[in-house]
């Protein structure tokens, strides 16, 4: 691929993020679906913002995991995906006031940052976010946004400007990985097709579905999303 997306400024991958999360915002009129915007809470704009300065405050393209979009528990409170209020003070080191409430895909995601080699380490070369950075709760319920055919062809112009700013922080080119190996994956892999964003795409299974169903092979997925880590490494390399 001949561009690799990345806007000649000063500003750093932390300064493109913060401001893009300042922006970030859609107009939905769908019965019963209401849209979950983290960052109009000032504290999470405020924390996020110190989250970004501490781990991207500089230059470096990264490798991109895309995630479905923010839940409930996780990056809906702490606008940081998969990354609930108690990993972003245990494991990140930023201390916050929001209820401790423990999310299963955080504690899964936060292992393997931990089997990787930390926090530092691997935000270093890797930056995660969403295929939708907005979420979705209907009837007040997490709804992802491919679970209503009216939601997903309504906010598909959204996903596709978001899916180019994101890149445009400065994101490798090359590959990603899309976490949600099923539908996530099916729609992601479509637009890229269109769109060509990065020339492969890995899928893995959600670490929700990890962590309810499949439980007792937790490490196994660990090393599979580590495995998963060095091919995007090795694509650099080579």
Do not use: W
Not at 62 to 82: C, D, E, Q, V
Not at 83 to 110: H, M, Q, V
Not at 141 to 169: A, G, H
């Amino acid at each position: 691929m001949s561009s690799n997306h990345r806007n000649s400024t000063t500003e750093t991958f932390a300064d493109k993020a913060n401001r893009l999360n300042k922006n970030l915002d859609i107009n939905l009129t769908i019965d019963h679906i209401e849209i979950m915007n983290p960052f109009k809470n000032l504290e999470t704009l405020r924390l996020t913002e110190t989250f970004y300065q501490r781990y991207f405050d500089d230059f470096n393209q990264r490798f991109f995991l895309f995630g479905i979009n923010p839940g409930r528990f996780g990056a809906g409170i702490t606008g940081i995906s998969f990354t609930d209020p108690i990993n972003l003070e245990k494991a990140c080191g930023i201390k916050n006031n929001f209820d401790k409430r423990p999310e299963l895909s955080s504690r899964f995601i936060y292992q393997v940052i931990a089997e990787y080699g930390g926090t530092l380490q691997f935000y270093s070369k890797f930056f995660i976010t969403s295929v939708c950075p907005l979420g979705f709760v209907r009837n007040g319920i997490n709804l992802n946004y491919y679970d209503s055919r009216e939601l997903s062809k309504t906010i598909r112009p959204f996903i596709i400007e978001s899916i180019n700013k994101q890149i445009s922080l400065g994101a490798h080119p090359e590959i990603c990985i899309c976490i949600g190996g099923n539908k996530n994956f099916a729609f992601l892999r479509k637009l890229n097709e269109a769109f060509h964003f990065f020339d492969e795409i890995i899928p893995l299974e959600h670490p929700r579905y990890i962590m309810q169903y499949r439980k007792k092979f937790v490490d196994e997925y660990v090393k599979k999303y580590l495995d998963a880590l060095k091919i995007c490494e090795q694509e650099t390399n080579a």
